[in-house]
DNA sequence: ATAACATCGTTACATATGTAACGCTGTATT
DNA sequence: AATACAGCGTTACATATGTAACGATGTTAT
């Protein structure tokens, strides 16, 4: 099983043990390549390929065992132990986003977030705590933090951005409408909603 | 000028108007195919490449005129005249959307919002009404209304879905962690913040 | 036990997307 | 006015991504 996957199939693969978990939910014990393909809105060939990066197996005429594979694809994505993540920008987004997010990945929990209005330093948010942007450092350090969410306005996107490589981020989930400048070894993923909604529209006129 | 462009392009084109709307604001006048290309993340030949899909010409040793390509890039993206956008699902990520699209792009202005809360209807949050869902038919016909923003509940996204399909959604932009089935004349764009923190995770881990 | 069948894993192919090379053009300089 | 040059537009190439075809495999039913 190859240790790096593409960008598109990492995607694929978290949507896969999403609709996995609901199946699960369900009382679904095995699925077929055909029917999560439908789900995932993907052909059948192609789920079954990415089986193959996971190194999953599954049983002709039985299918795939949903919660082993589950299972195998956390153990792909998943880091060993649960990780801690951060979120900077304590606004109308980061706040949505800090709801959104509370309790949804286990693995992959929010533990602290920063804003640089002081007053909001020490109040607990969809049950994480705030921060002063200038505890960076230290809370990075104590919680093991390489992933983070960035929420602020686009003026200081970068300026953040910058603290956060400095204090060890790896992963950075960038929701500012702008390209973040980050060193080579640095992953920016990168959720443009002003892109997506003109994307929308404008395929939604041309069909 | 072809009259379609890859989704990729699309977003690129977005991106680049974005970039260059910044620099007129700093009264930058032109600008060559390396600084916009590097702003945006991409190569230069990227850059003068869709340029060709818009139609537009730079002028060797003087670079792209801001302001003409900005309309130019607007002429090929934006319908004619401005278009009315709806939201359904004002919780908090509806709301933080709202607020954060507010007077952002003057040509795709959310006009209505729809929540199945009843005392939500009649309130204006962020310049935009709310109205009760069962109103969608009549507001999309009134205000010609044909992209849509999905920020419902996972649960009840299919279900919103096809209300908004039948009340005549072109485009719909869909923040709920589901693959929506819709017709095949539909577009859907899906915003899967999970997924994305995922990628940010598991790549920020594999460099 | 054996044969038929449905589905899997894999390889080979097709398409989409991005990168680079190259000649062209218009400006600026002497 | 002629020449040098920087940057553009275009074409050709390379890579990435997705699709489909095909043989392998295990289950089920006779």
Do not use: W
């Amino acid at each position: 099983m190859p240790l790096l996957a593409s960008d598109r199939t990492v995607g694929r693969l978290s949507l896969y043990r999403r609709l996995l978990s609901h199946l699960l939910q369900e009382k679904v014990r095995s699925v077929f390549s055909h029917r999560l393909a439908e789900a995932a809105g993907v052909t059948a060939a192609q789920v079954r390929r990415d089986m193959m990066v996971v190194g999953y197996n599954g049983i002709p005429t039985k299918g795939y065992d949903v919660e082993s594979l589950i299972e195998s694809i956390g153990q792909f994505l998943d880091a060993p132990d649960p990780e801690a993540v951060a979120l900077v920008g304590v606004g109308n987004l980061g706040r949505a986003i800090l709801s959104y997010f509370d309790g949804r990945r286990p693995n992959l929990k929010i533990v602290a977030a920063f804003d640089n209005d002081p007053s909001k330093a020490g109040q607990v948010i969809s049950g994480c705590r705030c921060y002063a942007v200038r505890q960076i450092p230290e809370v990075f350090a104590e919680n093991e933090i390489a992933t983070v969410i960035i929420t602020v306005p686009a003026d200081q996107a970068q300026e953040v951005c910058d603290l956060l490589v400095d204090a060890g981020a790896k992963g950075i989930l960038n929701f500012a409408p702008v390209g973040l400048r980050v060193p080579a070894y640095i992953h920016v993923e990168n959720v443009d909603m002003t892109t997506s909604l003109e994307k929308a529209a404008y395929f939604g006129r041309r069909p």
